[in-house]
């Protein structure tokens, strides 16, 4: 493999599992692309938790709101989606 540069997507799905597995009690090598907060037992608390440490990760701020998180600007329903909108996030501060 070459050389990754820091923000490169490789990167930041290391970066996300790595918060997600904190949640999870588990390691980011068990964590699937396609798998679901829900199904990783992960609640609406730990998914807040999760958002926070994102936000202070890649110093983002995650536009969410709790009481209707199908409007967020990340997709949270899968890992996929929210490795993507993180990357999407960090791109769109840097300009």
Do not use: K, W, Y
């Amino acid at each position: 493999m070459g050389h990754m540069r820091h923000d490169s997507t490789t990167d930041f799905r290391a970066r996300v599992l790595e918060i997600l597995a904190a949640q999870a009690l588990c390691a980011p090598a068990d964590i699937a692309a396609d798998a679901t907060l829900e199904s990783l037992g992960i609640d609406s608390l730990g998914q807040a938790e999760i958002i926070f440490a994102i936000e202070e990760q890649f110093d983002v701020t995650v536009p969410f709101n709790a009481n209707t998180p199908q409007t967020s600007g990340i997709d949270l329903s899968t890992v996929a989606g929210i490795v993507a909108g993180v990357e999407a996030l960090v791109r769109a501060r840097r300009g």
